[in-house]
């Protein structure tokens, strides 16, 4: 009943950008946070970059600096501007959304299905 749809992901050389975006629709009571995980191959799912209702922000150590997280609460969609690009950026890149879907409900993390970020000369 709730989908989370990314694009933006692709191939870029190193020192290049990605814009990457997920867009949540369906049924959404209240959304309290958004953000972006990545899981390179043979590691761990990592954070990447959040953003509350409350307007704090916060950046992986590898993200500051380069990554910049934005929203657009009217279309309930996160955006993951991406700059400096360095081969060590490459993962599938994950959007969750930290949501009540109704008032019946409690808070849970809702996620995307991935996509992939290459960067490679």
């Known amino acids: 009943q709730v989908q989370l749809v990314e694009s933006g992901g692709g191939l870029v050389q190193p020192g290049g950008s990605l814009r990457l975006s997920c867009a949540a629709s369906?049924?959404?009571?209240?959304?309290?946070?958004m953000g972006w995980y990545r899981q390179a191959p043979g590691k761990q799912r990592e954070l990447v970059a959040t953003?509350?209702?409350?307007?704090?922000?916060n950046y992986a150590d590898s993200a500051k600096g380069r990554f910049t997280i934005s929203r657009d609460n009217a279309k309930n969609t996160v955006f993951l501007q991406m700059n400096s690009l360095k081969p060590e950026d490459t993962a599938v890149y994950y959007c969750?959304?930290?949501?009540?879907?109704?008032?019946?409900?409690?808070?849970?993390?809702?996620w995307g299905q991935g996509t992939q970020v290459t960067v490679s000369s």
């Open positions: 953003s509350t209702n409350g307007g704090s922000t």
């Open positions: 369906g049924r959404i009571f209240k959304i309290n946070a």
């Open positions: 969750y959304f930290r949501m009540v879907v109704d008032r019946y409900s409690t808070l849970s993390d809702y």
